[in-house]
């Protein structure tokens, strides 16, 4: 639930250190829906080993606002990457989203009890969005003069 506070956090500040445009408020918003999702997950926990025989209501919940918020985030990597192409520092993320965002969006489908390897479909989904948001934050560790908001 802290990562999840933290994500939240993060893509926020986001929203207000890059450049603004519907897209990257929409991209940013969808962002910190994902990290949303992951306190809620973390609130409503699922039942023992992923139980599917017969869910309990809260774990219905923890799938709900987990499987909502992967969603948004991957959304977001993309609408963010879309964004990026305009932004004078934002070279290399629109690849970088493209290579962050389909093995993620393929494997959310995969995130199913009835595939075998779902807790691996899970983790890829994960390490995507894990290594999108470092790529942003590191854009933000590199800025070199003045906000990234700037635009000349």
């Not at 991209?27 to 949303?36: I, K, M, V």
């Not at 306190?39 to 499987?67: I, N, W, Y």
Request: glycine fraction near 14%; proline fraction near 5%.
């Amino acid at each position: 639930m802290v990562s999840g506070v933290l994500l939240t956090a993060f893509w926020l500040l986001c929203a207000g250190l890059f450049p603004r445009s519907l897209l990257s408020i929409l991209g940013f918003g969808l962002s910190a829906l994902n990290g949303l999702g992951l306190v809620l997950g973390g609130v409503f926990q699922c039942d023992f080993e992923s139980s599917r025989t017969s869910p309990s209501p809260e774990a219905v919940m923890h799938d709900v606002f987990g499987g909502l918020g992967y969603l948004c985030g991957i959304v977001g990597v993309f609408v963010v990457g879309i964004a990026a192409r305009r932004w004078p520092q934002g070279r290399g993320l629109f690849e970088l989203s493209l290579i962050c965002g389909v093995p993620a969006a393929l494997a959310i489908w995969l995130i199913h009890p009835d595939f075998e390897w779902h807790g691996a479909a899970q983790r890829i989904v994960e390490i995507a969005l894990a290594a999108w948001t470092v790529a942003v934050a590191l854009k933000v560790r590199g800025r070199s003069n003045g906000a990234l908001s700037t635009v000349p």
